[in-house]
């Protein structure tokens, strides 16, 4: 049975209690490793979910490594991770990429982080200079926290991780609406409703594979989505 870590100090997630998440979409050459290292990590402990809309061998290799697998027709990033996000009955749920850029080995520290009174718990890949990013990825990545900063009038300084740590009541009682700009929605209406969100540094290494997001179209919908999630918030 699952441990129920409080504010109060009466007991501790554990591994037992964690959910690593993740959209799939044709990431046959990369989510091989990245399951390795969860399972590595967290001694085959975590529970993880797929949630797949490929026309390679990806949700093959998933079950092959222990991985639950949601088939659903390809909708977009958001429409992908929300399912994954909303799928675990654990009480911690932590979201990943699956082009094996995140540091799998931080599953420990930010499950530390969420026993500390955490509601959630941002990477934040800009902090030592994510030097392995593409140059125009990473100045987008600056002008959407800059935008999100502005906008809420609290800063933040990466908005579009993909590594986040959430206790599974703060993802239950949101209602998620966006879908390139998810990413962004689920740092912000946490933190413009005062939930205690905290962003901790972490590396960031060049991805496995090609990525799906165009820059300057996924770009705009990004800073479409910080504006209408902020705007929709200060109206709350």
Request: proline share 4%; charged share 30%; with cysteine.
């Amino acid at each position: 049975m699952s441990s129920q870590a409080s504010r109060n100090g009466d007991s501790e997630f554990t591994f037992d209690d964690l959910a690593v998440v993740m959209g799939t979409y044709n990431e046959a050459e990369a989510i091989a490793t990245v399951l390795e290292d969860i399972e590595r990590v967290t001694d085959g402990r975590a529970e993880v979910t797929c949630v797949d809309g490929s026309s390679d061998r990806t949700p093959e290799i998933a079950r092959e490594h222990g991985a639950t697998v949601i088939e659903q027709e390809p909708q977009g990033y958001g429409v992908a991770v929300r399912k994954a996000v909303l799928t675990p009955e654990r009480p911690v749920v932590v979201t990943t990429d699956c082009d094996d850029t995140y540091p799998m080995e931080r599953l420990p520290d930010f499950l530390e982080e969420i026993n500390d009174g955490a509601d959630v718990v941002s990477g934040d890949r800009l902090y030592d200079g994510a030097d392995e990013m593409p140059g125009l990825n990473k100045l987008g990545n600056e002008l959407f926290a800059l935008l999100a900063s502005v906008a809420m009038g609290e800063r933040v300084h990466d908005t579009t991780t993909g590594m986040r740590a959430y206790r599974r009541e703060v993802v239950q009682k949101i209602r998620w609406t966006e879908n390139t700009g998810l990413s962004a929605e689920l740092l912000m209406r946490p933190l413009m409703r005062g939930y205690d969100v905290r962003e901790r540094p972490i590396e960031y290494d060049e991805r496995t594979g090609e990525t799906k997001l165009d820059p300057f179209e996924g770009g705009a919908a990004i800073a479409g989505s910080i504006l209408k999630v902020a705007f929709e918030e200060r109206l709350r």
